[in-house]
C-alpha cells in the first residue's frame, strides 16, 4: 500500500492525491479530495499507462517505469511532468545533486581518517581529492549543468570498473549488493544529465514563444 501527493503547478499547493494497495490493486486518483477515476487491475495496467480528464479539461497520463524498488510512477498533465513527480527534470537533478554530496561527505570522512591514521588501505590522499571532485560537481549539477552529470557518470563509473577489476584480480568476487547500489547511482546521474537537457530544451521553447521586447 501506499500515496504520493503532487501539485499540479511548480509553487501550488499539492492537490492531487495518487493511493493504492497491495500489488497496486485499487488505484484511486484524487483531485482536492474528489475522485477523478481508479484503476483496478494492478500493475499491468499501470504499465501501459492510463489516463484521466481532470475538471479543467486538462489530461493526466500515468503510467509505471518500474516496479522495481523504489517504483516509479510517470505523471504528466497534457504531457508535461508534475513537480516532485519521479520523471520531474528539477527533482531527478536534486536527487544527482544529494548523491554527489553523500559521496563527496564520504569520501572526505575515509580519506581524512587514512591521512590521520597513515593507512594506505582506506585510499588517504586519493580518497580526499576524490570527494572534492564529487562535490564540485554536485554544484554544478544543482546549476543544472549538463557537463557536471556527464563527468559524474564516467568518474562514478571509473571508480566501480576499477573497484571490480581490484577484486577480481586480488581473487575474490565483487559485492552484488555493492554493484547494485553504485549501478542504480550511475542511473540517477544518467537520468540528471538528460534532466538538464530537457530543462535547456523548454527553455528555449519558453524564450520562442515569449513576446518580443
Known amino acids: 500500500m501506499g500515496s504520493k501527493r503532487l501539485a499540479l503547478e511548480a ?3 499539492p492537490r492531487l492525491e495518487l493511493s493504492w494497495g497491495l500489488r497496486w490493486k485499487r488505484f484511486v486518483v484524487a483531485l482536492d479530495g474528489k475522485v477523478v477515476g481508479t484503476v483496478d487491475e494492478g500493475a499491468s ?3 501501459k499507462g492510463v489516463s484521466f480528464k481532470l475538471p479543467d479539461r486538462s489530461t493526466l497520463r500515468i503510467r509505471m517505469l518500474s ?3 523504489p517504483a516509479e510512477l510517470s505523471v504528466t498533465r497534457d504531457g508535461v511532468p508534475l513537480p516532485g ?3 520531474d527534470p528539477e527533482r531527478q537533478i536534486r536527487t544527482a545533486m544529494l548523491l554527489l554530496y553523500i559521496l563527496a561527505g564520504f569520501k572526505l570522512l575515509m580519506g581524512g581518517v587514512a591521512l590521520v591514521w597513515s593507512s594506505e588501505e582506506m585510499g588517504g590522499l586519493g580518497s580526499v581529492l576524490m570527494g572534492a571532485v564529487f562535490g564540485v560537481l554536485g554544484y554544478f549539477v544543482a546549476r543544472g549543468t549538463r557537463a557536471g552529470a556527464l563527468l559524474a557518470i564516467l568518474l562514478y ?13 586480488a581473487g575474490g568476487q565483487p559485492n552484488f549488493f555493492g554493484l547494485l547500489i553504485r549501478t542504480y547511482i550511475i542511473i540517477m546521474f544518467t537520468k540528471a544529465a538528460q534532466a538538464t537537457w530537457v530543462l535547456h530544451q523548454r ?3 519558453e524564450a520562442d514563444v515569449s513576446p518580443q521586447s
Open 203 to 205: 527553455g528555449e521553447a
Open 11 to 13: 509553487g501550488e499547493t
Open 45 to 47: 495496467a499501470l504499465k
Open 157 to 169: 563509473g571509473s571508480d566501480m570498473l576499477l573497484s571490480v577489476v581490484e577484486s577480481i584480480s
Open 67 to 69: 516496479r522495481v524498488f
Open 85 to 87: 513527480s519521479d520523471t
